[in-house]
């Protein structure tokens, strides 16, 4: 009988380079989870023309406001087009200006009420190097029918105090018109017949979680993904004890 060299107990243990692997590896993940998080921190920050959500009824109407969110060398002035995606959703009503900017143009409405063009010049340079939240207009929509379109930005030009052209990123508002589909004969929205009008699928402690999971801040999933990868490790070395 030939004797083994080493027993079960010795080879499952683990080797210190095994060990210094899985750290390294979670160190790694750890980094790489930092780096996105402080990207995504730099994204945010960067200049942006957006538009703000609303949601009205059928019948009614909402503002919303179109704003630079950082103007680093100023702004002198701009012309944006705002179009509705789905006409059959809302349309654009009206629009106005700040007083701050001295020189503006009509806002044009055209394509069926859809579109509008606005243009508007800081003469006075109210608007100076480093201002944030700079509002350019304020849009009034109406609602036509029930359902949800985008209201997307088109930046044709805005040029800073110093005469170059001014890049943002632009990010589009969301418009949901609200209301209630035609009730069948004899019943009414909300009925026995479709559960008292409640989606169990949009509510109860599972769309709690949802919404709580979309609320959490780049900082939070980073915690979450660093203790998950530590979690991982953990598992990984009881495995390699126990085979």
């Known amino acids: 009988m030939t004797k083994r060299s080493q027993t079960r107990s010795d080879a499952s243990e683990p080797s210190p380079r095994t060990t210094v692997t899985y750290l390294a590896i979670a160190l790694a993940t750890l980094a790489l989870l930092g780096a996105g998080a402080g990207l995504a921190g730099a994204q945010s920050d960067a200049p942006a023309v957006s538009v703000s959500d609303a949601e ?39 629009a106005s200006y700040p007083d701050r900017f001295d020189l503006t143009t009509d806002p044009a409405i055209g394509d069926a009420d859809r579109t509008v063009t606005l ?62 589909a035609p009730a069948p004969d004899g019943e009414s929205p909300g009925s026995a017949s479709d559960g008292g009008g409640t989606d169990s699928a949009s509510s109860g402690p599972i769309a709690e979680l949802a919404g709580s999971a979309d609320g959490l801040s780049t900082g939070g999933l980073a915690l979450i993904a660093a203790l998950a990868a530590i979690g991982v490790l953990s598992a990984l070395v009881v495995v390699r004890r126990r085979s």
Not at 65 to 84: C, F
Not at 159 to 179: C, H, M
């Open 56 to 94: 009205l009824s059928p019948s009614g109407t909402a503002t919303v406001d179109v704003v630079l969110t950082a103007a680093p060398n100023g702004l002198a002035g701009y012309n944006i087009d705002l179009t509705v995606a789905d006409p059959e959703v809302a349309h654009i009503e009206s």
């Open 119 to 180: 243009e508007a010049a800081d003469v006075g340079s109210t608007i100076d190097a480093g201002a944030t939240d700079v509002t350019l207009a304020t849009v009034e929509i109406a609602g036509d029918a029930p359902g949800e379109a985008e209201l997307a930005v088109d930046l044709r030009q805005l040029d800073g105090n110093d005469g170059d052209r001014l890049r943002p990123a632009a990010q589009a508002g969301t418009l949901t018109v609200t209301g209630d």
